[in-house]
C-alpha cells in the first residue's frame, strides 16, 4: 500500500505565501518524478509543477516565478512553495508521484486526497 498525505493548504490573503507539502509512505522502492497538480471549482485539473528523482523541474506558466517545487527524497517528500499569491491560485491542489513498489517493477502514478488553498481578502 502506497500512500501520498498533502498538507500545508488554508487561507491566504492575496500577495501571501503558503508552502505545501506532501510525503509518501508505504511500500516503496524507488520514486521517480514528483509534482504538484490543482484544481478549481468548474475547471479541469491542471499542471502546477513537476520535479524528476534528479530535481529537474517544470512549471505551467501561470506560476513560474511565483511558485518553487522541491524534493527531499531521504524524507520521500515533495514541498510546493507559493508566493505571491493570487484569487486565481484558488484551488484543491493534489500531489503526484511516480513510484516503483519493488526492484523490476514498472513505475506508477499515486495521487493524494488534495488540499485546499484559497486566496483571498
Known amino acids: 500500500q502506497v500512500q501520498l498525505v498533502e498538507s500545508g493548504g488554508g487561507l491566504v490573503q492575496p500577495g501571501g505565501s503558503l508552502r505545501l507539502s506532501c510525503a509518501a509512505s508505504g511500500s516503496i522502492f524507488r520514486i521517480n518524478a514528483m509534482g504538484w497538480y490543482r484544481q478549481a471549482p468548474g475547471n479541469q485539473r491542471e499542471l502546477v509543477a513537476t520535479?524528476?528523482?534528479?530535481?529537474?523541474?517544470n512549471y505551467a506558466d501561470s506560476v513560474k516565478g511565483r511558485f518553487t517545487i522541491s524534493r527531499d527524497n531521504a524524507k520521500r517528500t515533495v514541498y510546493l512553495q507559493m508566493n505571491s499569491l493570487k484569487p486565481e491560485d484558488t484551488a484543491v491542489y493534489y500531489c503526484?508521484?511516480?513510484?516503483?513498489?519493488?526492484?523490476?517493477?514498472?513505475?506508477?502514478?499515486?495521487w493524494g486526497k488534495g488540499t485546499l488553498v484559497t486566496v483571498s481578502s
Open positions: 503526484n508521484a511516480n513510484i516503483v513498489r519493488a526492484a523490476h517493477y514498472y513505475g506508477m502514478d499515486y
Open positions: 520535479i524528476t528523482s534528479g530535481s529537474n523541474t
